[in-house]
Each structure stands twice: as C-alpha cells, then as structure tokens.
C-alpha cells in the first residue's frame, strides 16, 4: 500500500517550453502533497505544501508564478514548470500523505533537462 | 519491482539509549543509498553510500551499507529527543525509491 507514482520519468524539453508534472497516490487519498525539488548533494528543499481544493503554499522563494501547483483531486497533484529555463533542470520529487496519518510517501521522482 | 523496505516502522526509547534502523532493498541499477532525517519540512539529507563496508560516520549517527545482503542500517548512539523524526531511507537507480520511513520517538 502507499505507492505514489510520478509521470513522466524523465522529460527533456527546449528552454520556453512548459512542463507538467504529474503526482498520483495509487491506492489512497492524499489530502496533501509536497513537491521537492532535488539540489546538488542530494540535499531536497521542498518547493510547495499542496491541499485538495485549495491553493498551494510556496515556500519562501519559489516562483508560484513560474511552479505551478494544482491539487485538484484527492489523488492527483500536477506541477507545471512554465516558460522553463536550463537552470530549472533538476529532479523533482512529490509526495503525499493522507488525513489518517502524517506520514509522507514518495514518488520516484522526475528528471527535468531543460536544454 | 523495486522496492525498499525500512524497519521498523515506528520506534520510541530513552534518551541515551541507541538505535539501530534497517533499510533492506530489492532493485535493478543500483546506483547509492541515501539517508534523510525529516522533522518538519523537507528532508535533511544525512548520508549517501555507493560501496559496501565503508562506514559513514557523522556525529553520533553512522551508516553502513552491504550490497551483497542489500540492506543498509543507520544508528545513532547516546540518543537525544532531537533525534525524534522520521528517518527516510531512498534507493538511487535511474529515479529514486524511498522506504516508508522509520517514525523515532526519543523520550527524555
């Protein structure tokens, strides 16, 4: 149980395109979702905190004009990269957690290269 | 199907006491083993280790990975209750696979 799953894998695209990530909790219901973004020295910072319903709460110096978050169902959470940059080439991370327990269960992540 | 597996799942001692947490693992394209210590936000990373045998150490906590019985075990001696979080063990193969997390809860 608790599988989260992330599409695409991996994504190569040209600088100012947009990108769509998308986050699923397989088999239960996420209440919140946490988007990740992977930095050198595998250190993670956690971009946005995302609740079925509303609207995302970006973390200090994230773009929400740029990270997109929409949470619209209690199983599908999607980040969109717009007009993305080579500097956004990272690995983004989501995960997810019901109302029964706090505990945060995580996608495989995705590659962004933004050429 | 690649999978990690952490145990045990939630854990509470004493301040002093030591811990030892499991991280087995079942993969293709085994790359590293990252440990992370998350409180409240994002996880903190901790350790990362590629070979067999060698010991990471920082502190009070330390790690060692073997890849011939594919587990890695984190422990932490003289255990303080600001080492109460959740540990998080993730595989690197072309993504990444993370266990489910180990819930510590250091009592004073």
């Known amino acids: 149980g608790a599988v989260v799953s992330q599409h695409p894998s991996r994504v190569i695209c040209k600088s100012g395109t947009s990108v769509k990530i998308e986050c699923r909790s397989l088999d239960f219901q996420a209440t919140t979702m946490f988007w990740y973004r992977q930095f050198p020295k595998q250190s993670l910072m956690l971009m946005a905190t995302?609740?079925?319903?509303?609207?995302?709460?970006?973390e200090q110096g994230v773009e929400k004009d740029k990270f997109l978050i929409n949470h619209a169902s209690l199983t599908l959470s999607t980040l969109t990269v717009t007009s993305a940059h080579p500097e956004d080439s990272s690995f983004y991370i989501c995960?997810?957690?019901?109302?029964?327990?706090?505990?945060?269960?995580f996608g495989p992540g995705t590659r962004l290269t933004v050429l | 199907e690649d999978k990690v597996v952490q145990s045990p799942l939630s854990l509470v001692v004493h301040e002093g006491d030591t811990v030892t947490l499991n991280c087995s693992y079942e993969?293709?394209?085994?790359?590293?083993l990252l440990w992370y210590k998350q409180e409240k936000k994002a996880p903190t990373f901790l350790f990362m280790l590629?070979?067999?045998?060698i010991e990471k150490k920082s502190g009070r906590l330390s790690s060692i990975l073997d890849k011939k019985e594919l587990f890695s075990i984190l422990n932490i001696t003289a255990t303080q209750t600001g080492d109460s979080a959740v540990y998080l063990c993730?595989?690197?193969?072309?993504?990444?696979?993370f266990g489910a997390g180990t819930r510590l809860t250091v009592k004073p």
């Open positions: 995960s997810a957690s019901s109302a029964q327990g706090y505990e945060q269960f």
């Open positions: 995302s609740n079925e319903g509303s609207k995302a709460t970006y």
């Open positions: 993730a595989v690197v193969i072309n993504d990444m696979r």
């Open positions: 590629t070979s067999s045998g």
């Open positions: 993969v293709t394209n085994f790359r590293s």
